[in-house]
């Protein structure tokens, strides 16, 4: 028993003298209570809305009411065309679109049921179910006011709105088609980060780092030594990811591939340098693997891969904006589901390549510091 507590008091003596192990035991489980309790939502507000209203009549007026004044809806593009509805999704300005016909008031009175063509983005199939219940909520109450005007006069009582349902990119609603984007950047981020972390750590472990310092070799030199063959491993990886969601889980490539590849390639150049950063901080392989799901958390939770973004408090949201993965998943369905090209991906492009450059260039300094301790 004595034996036994002596090694037990070894081992917290260990992890008390470990500057980093401790706050990354107490840090995650906060981290992690915090965003599961406030940014998991699966409550829906603040869709945005394209609106084209041919009718402009107090009809029209108040369905438009009717849909933003809870918060659910927020009206982010008024379209000049019917068909600048549905590109108004494609070009991500909304993600729910309504076409009102002229004559809204008129067709009403004359106790007719008005289509109302409902343009809903389908590649979450979770949000489209969500977005359509509260479409057909805020219609469903409106019916119900012009109804009850109707019978209190002793008329008719056809429902005055009827929606007529357009599901975009994904018709079937197949959860395979919204989810096998965001695995792909999953597998990439924690792919990348722990392969890159886990062997510079080895090797600070092993001593052979010291061999490297006393080469004439640079600092940078080393970084980018270090990050290409894993770069080569993970692009394969990433290309082979991307086959099987297309062959085996029939996710349509819908537009140019090219623009996949250089999104990964981008994305992965910036993990790898995350990985060399880490490997800057950890001392040992435990704090690396650590430090590894400590940077994964925020990606699974932040990024829209499984949890809508628009169901996230603002600040969130606001947090959102600095997860790479993200831009990288937006990219990934945008081009798989939507086919976008150039003219709506260069955001994505912006994003990523300020995130590689920022990265590798912090990773350098770090390395080239410990180089010289």
């Known amino acids: 028993m004595s034996r036994m507590l002596a090694v037990a008091h070894k081992e917290i003596t260990q992890i008390r003298r470990d500057h980093v192990l401790p706050r990354l035991i107490v840090g995650l489980p906060v981290m992690m209570m915090l965003l599961f309790g406030y940014a998991i939502n699966f409550t829906l507000s603040d869709i945005r809305l394209a609106v084209y209203d041919a009718s402009s009549d107090r009809i029209s007026q108040a369905l438009v009411q009717e849909l933003v004044k809870e918060g659910k809806f927020r009206l982010t593009y008024s379209a000049p065309t019917p068909q600048d509805v549905p590109r108004a999704i494609d070009e991500n ?29 389908g590649s979450d199939p979770n949000f489209a179910f969500q977005a359509q219940a509260a479409l057909r909520k805020a219609l469903g109450e409106l019916n119900s006011r012009l109804l009850a005007g109707k019978a209190l006069a002793g008329q008719a009582v056809t429902p005055p709105l009827t929606p007529s349902l357009h599901t975009l990119y994904n018709p079937d609603n197949k959860t395979a088609w919204f989810m096998i984007p965001g695995i792909i950047g999953l597998i990439l981020t924690q792919f990348s980060v722990l392969l890159t972390a886990l062997s510079i750590v080895r090797e600070g ?13 640079k600092p940078y030199e080393v970084v980018l030594g270090k990050v290409l063959p894993y770069l080569g491993i993970a692009f394969f990886v990433a290309i082979l990811v991307l086959a099987l969601g297309h062959w085996v889980f029939g996710v349509p490539l819908r537009g140019n591939v090219g623009w996949l590849l250089l999104l990964m390639l981008l994305f992965l150049f910036g993990s790898l ?101």
């Not at 009102?100 to 289509?115: F, H, M, Y």
Request: no cysteine; charged share 15%; aromatic share 12%.
């Open 205 to 217: 472990e092993s001593r052979m780092m010291e061999s490297l310092i006393a080469t004439p070799i």
């Open 93 to 121: 300005l909304a993600r729910v679109g309504l076409v009102i016909p002229e004559g809204a008031l008129q067709t009403v009175r004359q106790d007719k049921s008005l289509a109302v063509e409902v343009y809903v983005d």
């Open 273 to 373: 340098g995350v990985g060399v950063l880490i490997s800057t901080l950890a001392r040992t392989q435990v704090q690396a693997v650590f430090g590894t799901f400590a940077y994964a958390f925020p990606t699974i939770f932040l990024s829209g891969f499984v949890f809508p973004i628009e169901g996230m408090p603002a600040l969130f949201q606001a947090i959102s904006y600095l997860i790479p993965a993200r831009y990288l998943i937006e990219g990934l369905r945008g081009v798989m589901l939507r086919g976008v090209d150039w003219e709506f991906l260069w955001l994505d492009f912006l994003a990523l390549t300020i995130f590689s450059g920022l990265v590798l260039r912090l990773a350098s300094s770090r390395f080239r510091k410990q180089l010289a301790v």
